[in-house]
C-alpha cells in the first residue's frame, strides 16, 4: 500500500490525555466509515489509529489517547508536534459501517474507541439515516468522556439515536460499571441487532463471549479486533 503525505494542521487538547488530531492529506482519501490508518513513524514502525472524521470530508480527525510520557501514543503525538508533514497508510479494516442492513444497531465502545464510532454516526446523521442506534460508551471517569458533550447532542437532535455513557468511577446521574455489562442488562436478546465494538482487546474478548451468550449473531459481530482473537 502507497502511503500518503498528510499536513499536519493541528493538534489539540480535548482532555489531559486525549489529543485531537487534524491532517490533510495531499489527495483527498477514499474509506468508508469504521476503517483506520497507521502512522508511519518508520519503515517498520507504522502505529494504527481509527479515523474518527466521515468520508468525503477534505481533513481527516483523529483521537489519540496518550496517558503516559513516552508512551505507544504520547510518541506519536511528539511526531506530529515536531513535523509540519507526516505520512499515512490507509484505509484497513472490514469493520466498517453497514448502512444497507436492516437490523438495528448497537455501538459499544471504551475511551478512545469512541473515533470508531463518531466516524459512522457522522456518516449516518449526514446521509439521514433514520435507523435505531445505541450508542454505550465506557470510561474510567467523567473526565475521560472527552466528547461527551457531542455524543449527548447528536442524542437529542436524532430521536433515533440514544447515547448511554457508562462509567466504572461513580459519576452522579451515570450508569456505573462494566460498558458490557450494560449493554447486557438492557437487552436480553441480541439476535436482531448489528453491534459494533471498539476498544482494547479484552474488552472485545468479553463482548465476543457475552453478546453470544445472549443471542447475538457472530456474523453481525464487528469489530477489527475479532479477527485476532482465537
Not at 489529543?19 to 502505529?47: I, N, W
Not at 465502545?109 to 449526514?126: D, N
Request: aromatic share 10%; proline share 4%.
Amino acid at each position: 500500500m502507497s502511503q500518503i503525505l498528510c499536513q499536519v494542521d493541528s493538534v489539540t487538547p480535548l482532555t489531559d490525555t486525549v489529543f485531537k488530531v487534524l491532517l490533510t492529506p495531499e489527495q483527498p482519501l477514499d474509506f468508508v466509515a469504521g476503517q483506520y490508518l497507521t502512522m508511519v513513524m518508520s519503515s517498520d514502525d507504522k502505529r494504527p489509529f481509527s479515523i474518527a472524521s466521515k468520508p468525503g470530508e477534505r481533513q481527516i480527525e483523529l483521537h489519540i489517547g496518550a496517558f503516559v510520557a513516552e508512551s505507544y501514543a504520547m510518541q506519536v503525538i511528539e511526531h506530529l508536534n515536531n513535523h509540519a508533514q507526516v505520512c499515512i497508510e490507509a484505509p484497513f479494516g472490514s469493520a466498517q459501517l453497514r448502512p444497507d442492513n436492516k437490523r438495528s444497531r448497537i455501538m459499544v465502545v471504551g475511551g478512545t474507541g469512541f473515533s470508531y464510532a463518531h466516524s459512522m454516526l457522522q456518516h449516518l446523521v449526514a446521509n439521514g439515516d433514520k435507523r435505531t442506534t445505541f450508542l454505550y460508551w465506557g470510561c474510567r471517569d467523567a473526565a475521560g468522556m472527552y466528547l461527551q458533550h457531542e455524543a449527548e447532542r447528536l442524542a437529542q437532535l436524532h430521536p433515533h439515536l440514544s447515547f448511554i455513557p457508562v462509567f466504572d468511577e461513580p459519576v452522579n446521574g451515570a450508569r456505573q460499571g462494566s460498558v458490557i455489562d450494560a449493554v447486557c442488562e438492557d437487552f436480553s436478546d441480541l439476535s436482531g441487532f448489528d453491534i459494533y465494538v471498539a476498544g482494547r482487546f479484552e474488552m472485545a474478548g468479553v463482548a465476543r463471549e457475552r453478546f453470544g451468550a445472549q443471542g447475538a449473531n457472530s456474523d453481525n459481530l464487528i469489530g477489527d479486533a475479532f479477527a485476532y482473537l482465537k
